[in-house]
């Protein structure tokens, strides 16, 4: 994670922790709310704080839900039970409800008009979310709504959508033809909608007897080309933007029943009255319930950017990434990511090149050119040693390639190092020339011990030097080692 980032996360939880003692003495003192005997669920319909459903368990009588089974399903209705808003989902992490608004109908037959409906909505304190749009359905419609913000309710708008019996209707397209609709204005608590034709829809009745208008949230509804002829729906989706009361977040802070406690915060977004709650970043539950927002954990979700999985460590309300022992840098994928320490990449190039590769007789000889690889990696005379030790007429050109790998890594100025990726993908190349054209660098059946460089360059356990025989890579380690590397190189470092 960046570091302004990190700041930025702490220096919100370090203002949330100043109001965790006030959230203990309220849970204290003051009875559980909402109450634990409330309904959490009407139907398909979840009931969450500040909505309820009886005595106690909603916040104000805004919040009212009546869950009426008197018809063998259960249906909640928003407000008392005389009220016949269906509710079909709430959120509190949104502060919006969805509810089920009836669908406007204007329908003809051979005699003219036949029958017709004019729904409109009416709410006290919320209002028609912008997220809807007003659409209607028709080859012979106009179609518009009128509304109240607030005193003005002089507020609408609408469209006209025209077809004929041959006109190519395209599904999905709600644009102009068969189905047209417009943009819902903000802050609308009162909505009516109005349909008409230019010519009773004498001259396509077959094709399109009745226009339809509806508001609904935007997502929830395509058109299609049967709709014209018979659209099923008499409610669609709407939404609607909710706050508590009709203070400022300032003033409502210092009110007793003030709902945005621990790892809740007051978000005063809304333009509406009143004030809504929202989980900290890096928190998630019901905010307007004191203590329900807790920790995310990012890494297990995998929502978080460090190099690999592995690499990341939950911490209340965000995560860190770490490097491996001998790896430094921040472990992020567009960040330093993990670089090997100077003494890792000793480590490293002193195991490939102490490897069968070089065809050396004893175990002892081995040791004992890794020791002198060591020192004269340190003093930066690796091609020295690569010429005076072994002299050989040619060099395997993989020899020459890793140590060049080498030298970039244990430059002075980490800055100018690769990254842990970038060495690993160079590596990976290198070695997979060498099973291509060495026969000696053949795959061998021991998993425990193929590929313990390439792993090490992924994992953190790592300690030996001279058990590093890259003689013992396989090819199937690399085919494995491709799919964890194998990503973009990062370009900063
Ligand atoms: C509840 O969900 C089921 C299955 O998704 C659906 O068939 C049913 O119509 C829903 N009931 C209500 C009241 O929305
Ligand atoms: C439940 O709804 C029915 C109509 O569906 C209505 O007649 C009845 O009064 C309602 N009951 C309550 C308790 O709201
Ligand atoms: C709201 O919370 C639910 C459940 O925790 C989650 O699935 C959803 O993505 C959240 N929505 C937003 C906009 O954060
Ligand atoms: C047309 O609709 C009107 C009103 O519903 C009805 O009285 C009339 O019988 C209908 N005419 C035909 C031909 O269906
Ligand atoms: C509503 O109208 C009344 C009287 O015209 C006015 O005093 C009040 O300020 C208006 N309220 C808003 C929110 O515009
Ligand atoms: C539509 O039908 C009504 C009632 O039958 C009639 O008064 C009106 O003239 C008709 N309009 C058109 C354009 O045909
Ligand atoms: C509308 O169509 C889009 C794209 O085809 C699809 O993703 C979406 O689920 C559809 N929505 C509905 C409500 O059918
Ligand atoms: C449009 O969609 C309907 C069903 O939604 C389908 O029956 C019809 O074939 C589709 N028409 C075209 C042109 O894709
Ligand atoms: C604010 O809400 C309180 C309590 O619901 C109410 O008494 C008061 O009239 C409201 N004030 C305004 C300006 O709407
Ligand atoms: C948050 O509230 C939900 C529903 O009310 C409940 O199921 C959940 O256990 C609560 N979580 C915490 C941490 O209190
Ligand atoms: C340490 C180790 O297991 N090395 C093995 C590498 O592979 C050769 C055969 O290819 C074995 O003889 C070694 O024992």
């Not at 003005?152 to 004929?164: N, R």
Request: glycine share 8%; charged share 20%; proline share 4%.
């Amino acid at each position: 994670m960046h570091l302004n980032i990190l700041l930025a996360v702490m220096a919100v939880i370090a203002a949330s922790a100043q109001e965790v003692p006030a959230m203990a003495v309220i849970a204290a003192s003051a009875q559980e709310v909402p109450a634990a005997a409330c309904e959490t669920s009407c139907g398909n319909v979840s009931i969450t704080y500040p909505f309820g459903s009886g005595e106690g368990c909603y916040y104000s009588s805004d919040f009212l839900v009546t869950c009426n089974r008197s018809s063998g399903e259960p249906i909640p209705f928003f407000g008392p039970s005389s009220g016949n808003v269906v509710i079909s989902d709430m959120s509190t992490n949104t502060s919006e409800m969805e509810i089920m608004g009836l669908v406007a109908y204007d329908c003809y037959n051979i005699s003219g008009p036949a029958e017709r409906n004019q729904p409109w909505l009416s709410l006290r304190d919320f209002r028609i979310s912008s997220k809807n749009k007003f659409v209607a359905i028709g080859c012979d419609t106009y179609a518009y709504f009128s509304g109240r913000i607030g005193n003005d309710s002089g507020i609408g708008s609408g469209c006209v959508a025209m077809c004929g019996e041959n006109s190519v209707v395209i599904n999905g397209s709600c644009s102009g033809v068969g189905c047209c609709e417009v943009a819902v204005p903000e802050g609308m608590n009162y909505r009516e909608v109005f349909l008409n034709s230019f010519n009773n829809h004498s001259t396509i009745l077959d094709l399109n007897p009745c226009s339809y208008g509806f508001f609904v949230a935007q997502g929830k509804f395509n058109f299609s080309a049967t709709n014209l002829h018979d659209f099923k729906s008499d409610r669609m989706p709407m939404l609607l933007d909710w706050a508590i009361g009709n203070l400022t977040c300032d003033k409502a802070k210092d009110m007793e029943n003030f709902l945005c406690k621990g790892n809740s915060v007051c978000d005063q977004s809304y333009t509406g009255p009143g004030y809504r709650c929202r989980c900290l970043e890096g928190y998630e539950g019901n905010p307007y319930v004191a203590g329900n927002c807790t920790n995310i954990n990012e890494c297990e979700r995998g929502n978080h950017d460090c190099e690999d999985d592995d690499k990341c460590v939950d911490i209340e309300g965000s995560f860190r990434c770490t490097c491996p022992k001998g790896y430094s840098g921040d472990g992020t994928k567009d960040g330093t990511g993990c670089r090997a320490d100077e003494s890792t990449v000793i480590k490293i190039v002193a195991g490939v090149s102490t490897s069968k590769a070089l065809s050396f007789d004893g175990p002892e000889e081995e040791r004992s050119l890794a020791m002198y690889f060591l020192n004269s990696l340190k003093l930066g005379r690796l091609f020295n040693v690569l010429d005076e030790r072994l002299q050989l007429d040619d060099v395997p050109s993989e020899i020459m390639q890793v140590s060049r790998v080498a030298e970039r890594c244990l430059r002075v100025n980490g800055d100018e190092r690769p990254s842990m990726k970038e060495v690993a993908i160079e590596l990976q190349g290198i070695l997979a020339s060498m099973v291509r054209k060495h026969p000696w660098v053949q795959s061998s059946p021991n998993e425990d011990e193929d590929g313990y460089l390439l792993k090490e360059l992924s994992n953190n356990n790592f300690e030996s030097i001279n058990g590093v025989h890259a003689s013992n890579v396989s090819s199937s380690t690399f085919d494995s080692m491709s799919k964890q590397t194998m990503l973009p190189i990062p370009s900063g470092r």
